[in-house]
């Protein structure tokens, strides 16, 4: 059985920084795609960022427009685990925060559309004052 746990939400004032992690389970890790998603109340959920499935020697990762420079993503295979990096945080980044796989992969996969993401955590709140 898979489980993915996301942990680290909280609040924060705008421009302050807070790193949300995220342990995937009972999958191989390695060939699976791993993304953020956040949803804000009364709006869809959308894409944040991704890093691709990887051995541990190549990934890729991408990000949304409305977080790109401001948000990095990261995993460790050893751990099962990514992480997302959030600086400069702006009010309008308020929202729960979802970690998903996707896959598994065999060539590396960034995807960005919430429907290819097989399994999903339970999310965390982050909330950024102004």
């Known amino acids: 059985q898979v489980h993915v746990v996301e942990s680290g939400g909280g609040w924060v004032q705008a421009g302050g920084s807070l790193t949300l992690s995220c342990v995937a389970s009972?999958?191989?890790?390695?060939?699976?795609?791993m993304g953020w998603f956040r949803q804000a109340p009364g709006k869809e959920r959308q894409f944040v960022a991704v890093?691709?499935?990887?051995?541990?020697?190549?990934?890729?990762?991408d990000y949304a427009d409305s977080v790109r420079g401001r948000f990095s993503i990261a995993r460790d295979n050893a751990k099962n685990t990514v992480t997302l990096q959030m600086r400069s945080l702006k009010p309008e980044d308020t929202a729960a925060y979802y970690c998903?796989?996707?896959?598994?992969?065999?060539?590396?996969?960034?995807?960005?559309?919430?429907?290819?993401?097989?399994?999903w955590g339970q999310g965390t709140q982050v909330t950024v004052s102004s």
């Open positions: 998903a796989a996707a896959g598994p992969y065999g060539s590396h996969r960034t995807p960005s559309d919430r429907d290819q993401y097989k399994y």
């Open positions: 009972g999958l191989t890790f390695n060939n699976y795609a």
């Open positions: 890093i691709s499935n990887s051995d541990g020697s190549v990934w890729y990762g």
